[in-house]
């Protein structure tokens, strides 16, 4: 591996290379003449010129077809593509905490998964009101009936909460602050139907202790979690969900924050709400 291979992580980025020189100087490389040079930084700007005004061009393209408020012919081809935001305004209303009041679209279906898999997979899950406040604005009602018993034998086991560096009551041991947190890096609708659908939402999570002497600090971690939705009193709700591993980035050779700086983030800095 070469040492620019090392310094951008072995991952490909794009390299710009120096101009090559005819004669010799003190690098072993030499000097084009005047006119050469002169030559090829005319060729560089009106190259620029051109790149500048196609990205003009295709920029005011897409604002003009946009305008009209989207094809609702059905035709997925005009549609935004998978990874693109739809420009679509966030909810204004909320359940319990947590935003609510969805369209009964795909983009509607979308936005609800993303925010409730941050809700489902934040640490007022660790704390029992709070967890069913969650449960009630999330779940269907008979998914919240069924699930409700479980999760709670779950979140109370003591061994789930020592593994974890939590203490019985699932507070964060003195000194310490307890990171539990979603990042949503996109949604995908697999199927969709008048009163139900199926959503994949990509996201990393940060788990752990922030603090001095902390046993389980905050890691990252990647997960593709699938969501059985269903159109239940007048909004979307989860029915069932599963989840799997990845897919996992390369990791950069960042060094890691002190547990001070870790723990501050997590405390001044605030969640969104999701919208497609």
Do not use: C
């Not at 925010?115 to 007022?124: E, K, M, T």
């Not at 999760?151 to 061994?159: A, F, G, N, R």
Request: aromatic letters at 8%.
């Amino acid at each position: 591996m070469s040492d620019d291979d090392d310094l951008f992580g072995g991952t490909g980025e794009t390299r710009t290379r120096l101009p090559e020189r005819d004669g010799a100087d003190g690098y072993g490389a030499g000097r084009r003449s005047g006119r050469r040079s002169s030559s090829r930084s005319l060729v560089t700007v009106i190259g620029v010129v051109v790149l500048l005004i196609a990205a003009i061009a295709f920029a005011n393209r897409d604002d003009s077809s946009s305008d009209d408020g989207g094809d609702t012919s059905g035709n997925k081809d005009t549609q935004a593509a998978p990874t693109a935001p739809t420009g679509e305004k966030p909810v204004s209303g909320k359940n319990g905490g947590i935003p609510a009041g969805y369209a009964k679209t795909e983009q509607g279906v979308e936005s609800a998964t993303a925010n409730y898999a941050v809700a489902l997979g934040s640490a007022d899950m660790f704390d029992q009101t709070q967890r069913h406040r969650i449960i009630d604005a999330v779940y269907t009602p008979q998914a919240a009936t069924e699930r409700r018993p479980g999760l709670d034998k779950v979140y109370k086991s003591e061994k789930f909460l020592s593994s974890i560096g939590l203490e019985n009551d699932g507070n964060a041991p003195k000194g310490t602050t307890f990171v539990s947190r979603i990042i949503p890096v996109g949604t995908k609708v697999t199927k969709f139907g008048e009163n139900s659908a199926t959503v994949e939402i990509w996201y990393s999570s940060l788990f752990g202790l922030a603090g001095e002497g902390a046993k389980n600090p905050v890691t990252e971690s990647w997960f593709t979690n699938t969501y059985d939705m269903r159109w239940a009193g007048g909004d979307w709700k989860v029915a069932d969900f599963k989840q799997k591993d990845g897919p996992v980035p390369v990791g950069r050779d960042q060094r890691a924050s002190t547990a001070d700086d870790m723990a501050k983030a997590v405390e001044e800095y605030g969640g969104f709400t999701y919208a497609r």
